[in-house]
């Protein structure tokens, strides 16, 4: 297929218009008609985001004016998050029986996508209060504010590459950036992170 660049701008926007008018509605039947698997054990709730390229974002504007105000352009210029919400079951051996996934265009703190999220999760929680509940995100701070004050209790996970990432710039403040020993002490330690039961400890 190959649509043309008007298709592209023009069918989301009227998709959107369709369903911002019926939010409501449409995130409440989804939530009725959710359906925690019998041999569920675990519900894992997850909040990402991306940058993505905003047409209007006006990114050559920005990055002109930062470098006349003699500003260091920070993040992508002209550029806003758009974000996702998981609702993942798994069973008594680890394996994912289903997802629930919902995307939204940016907005700010995630707000629609977070009630989702927690509409969904009491849903599940109503129909199996015995699941145990794990939190998974990278580090951002938004996003573990709203897990800690507004979802039950639960586990707390950083998912694997975002850990590492920080592992990575913790040895290179130790011992210099791209260091020999910072690239030693990284590789050596990531695997203990992944792969050890207590390798975070």
């Not at 023009?10 to 019926?22: A, C, D, G, N, Y």
């Not at 959710?34 to 990114?59: E, F, I, Q, W, Y």
């Not at 209060?129 to 897990?147: E, H, M, N, Q, S």
Request: charge should be neutral.
């Amino acid at each position: 297929m190959m649509p043309s660049t008007s298709s592209l701008a023009r069918l989301p926007k009227k998709l959107s218009e369709q369903w911002e008018q019926h939010l409501e509605p449409f995130e409440t039947l989804l939530a009725e008609n959710l359906t925690v698997p019998p041999n569920a054990v675990t519900v894992a709730a997850s909040l990402d985001g991306v940058m993505l390229p905003m047409k209007d974002g006006k990114r050559q504007e920005k990055r002109e004016k930062s470098v006349a105000d003699g500003k260091r352009t920070r993040g992508p210029a002209g550029c806003q998050e758009a974000s996702c919400e998981i609702l993942s079951f798994y069973d008594d051996q680890g394996d994912r029986l289903s997802t629930i996934r919902v995307g939204r265009m940016p907005q700010s703190k995630k707000a629609t996508l977070k009630k989702s999220l927690s509409n969904l999760l009491d849903k599940a929680l109503q129909q199996k209060p015995d699941l145990t509940l794990v939190k998974v995100a990278d580090g951002a701070r938004d996003d573990w504010t709203y897990f800690t004050k507004d979802l039950p209790e639960g586990e707390e996970i950083v998912d694997y590459y975002h850990a590492a990432e920080h592992l990575k710039k913790a040895f290179d403040l130790a011992y210099g950036e791209n260091s020999v020993k910072s690239k030693e002490k990284f590789s050596t330690y990531r695997h203990i992170l992944k792969e050890e039961p207590d390798g975070v400890e």
